[in-house]
């Protein structure tokens, strides 16, 4: 897939912007008349635009319901725990927890950074690049992340618990989602917890809230005014489901499935379902990739998702760094949005290939190729950390986050790790016992 040559329209909006208040300035008139004309242009070709016909053979291999995605996909092991080995489980999920929340924190103050400029603020902070530890110092340190967190938050000194960030606030509210609407919810239920706990949202999830505030029914939320339907907003939400789910990927990737279909489409929605079945087979190997692998059984075997994942999978062999893997990525998707579902899915999977089961390794080298590497990093961190267990953790990675999560839900109060984890464990057996007896 290729893009056309977009041309710079910000820098020509821009031009026009200052050549209007220099006109104002001289004294031009007629000036109303003529952005009211060029808006209703704007409008118009914008229209023309979303009315454009799309390609249905390449729509028929990316279907948005799950009963045909199910159809599309390859074979796979579906179901691959018949109970929850409870000592475990335990010591993974906690593994998965922290590990992802630790991937976030890390990521989160140097998100969309470029490498260099990573490379560049780790020499000036003494700091090692990639990074092993929370960075030492952060740029505008008294700022506030989602309106919560000061950005000092984020360093190591100045970490007290696990600081807000909207991947980390989608895992509790996941959690919610189930609690309270149960392991059968439905994509309305999911909208119904949006407008309850949401206070906002960004891209796709922004116009999703907004849609549910219009009215507009959970089923169509994603598919009016919103071009960022196949952006990484709903993959960043698919732990949850995996955590409640271990083992059974199939369940994973319906349930994720089910929270994606609000507001997003298409591969936007596989990114969610790829990795929920991903972390839940990652409870049960040995290999992160060979839970990669798993979950490219949940989704179209021919969607665009699917083939990145594939390509990602082979070039990574030869993969010998972080700047290599960026490399490579920007190679491949030129043009593509730097918060896009599939080139940062690539990205996350050189990121395991490079550190294994080394949970350190692998945030370091995730954060380090850039682009949404507070998301990349979590994902990753939660696939490897399922695999490894807390035991195989580091404890730098979560002794300052003092069992505390901070998020931004409306009228909740911060949440205990620990109790999070006992709560992500009822689900989970819930989810099992209501199994049917072979």
Request: net charge negative.
């Amino acid at each position: 897939m290729s893009y056309p040559n977009i041309p710079d329209f910000q820098s020509t909006v821009s031009e026009i912007i200052e050549y209007v208040r220099l006109k104002a300035e001289y004294g031009s008139t007629g000036l109303d008349s003529y952005l009211s004309e060029l808006e209703q242009t704007l409008k118009t070709s914008l229209e023309t635009l979303k009315d454009m016909p799309i390609d249905t053979q390449l729509a028929a291999k990316e279907p948005d319901t799950i009963a045909e995605i199910r159809r599309l996909r390859p074979d796979g092991p579906r179901k691959i725990w018949d109970k929850i080995p409870d000592e475990i489980y335990q010591d993974k999920l906690e593994g998965a927890l922290i590990s992802r929340l630790a991937g976030c924190t890390l990521g989160a103050p140097v998100e969309f950074y470029s490498v260099e400029h990573m490379k560049r603020w780790a020499k000036y902070t003494g700091d090692a690049f990639p990074p092993t530890d929370y960075w030492s110092k952060i740029k505008f340190p008294s700022d506030l992340r989602y309106e919560k967190s000061p950005f000092q938050d984020y360093t190591r000194e100045g970490m007290h618990k696990v600081p807000a960030d909207d991947d980390i606030t989608y895992t509790l509210l996941g959690l919610l989602i189930a609690e309270e609407y149960g392991i059968d919810f439905t994509t309305e239920d999911v909208g119904r917890a949006w407008l309850k706990y949401l206070p906002y949202a960004c891209t796709a999830e922004d116009i999703a809230l907004k849609n549910l505030k219009k009215g507009i029914s959970a089923r169509q939320t994603a598919d009016i005014d919103n071009p960022y339907c196949q952006w990484i907003g709903a993959d960043i939400r698919s732990d949850p489901f995996a955590y409640m789910a271990p083992g059974y990927p199939e369940k994973a990737a319906e349930l994720a499935y089910h929270d994606a279909y609000l507001s997003h489409r298409r591969n936007g929605i596989y990114g969610e379902m790829f990795f929920a079945a991903a972390q839940s087979a990652a409870f049960c190997v040995n290999d992160p990739i060979e839970a990669i692998r798993i979950g490219l059984t949940e989704i179209p075997a021919d969607c665009a998702l699917a083939k990145d994942v594939a390509w990602a999978l082979d070039a990574g062999k030869n993969v010998r760094n972080y700047q290599e893997a960026r490399n490579l990525v920007d190679s491949r998707f030129q043009n593509m949005s730097a918060a896009h579902t599939n080139n940062n899915a690539c990205l996350t999977i050189f990121g395991l290939m490079l550190g294994g089961t080394d949970m350190t390794k692998v945030i370091s080298e995730t954060v380090a190729m850039g682009m949404d590497n507070d998301c990349t990093s979590a994902t990753a961190g939660s696939i490897v950390g399922a695999v490894a267990g807390k035991k195989n953790i580091a404890p730098h990675w979560y002794k300052n986050f003092n069992n505390t999560i901070d998020h931004y839900l409306i009228d909740m109060d911060e949440m205990k790790i620990d109790d999070v984890v006992k709560r992500f464990s009822v689900l989970a057996h819930k989810i099992y016992q209501s199994m049917p007896t072979p």
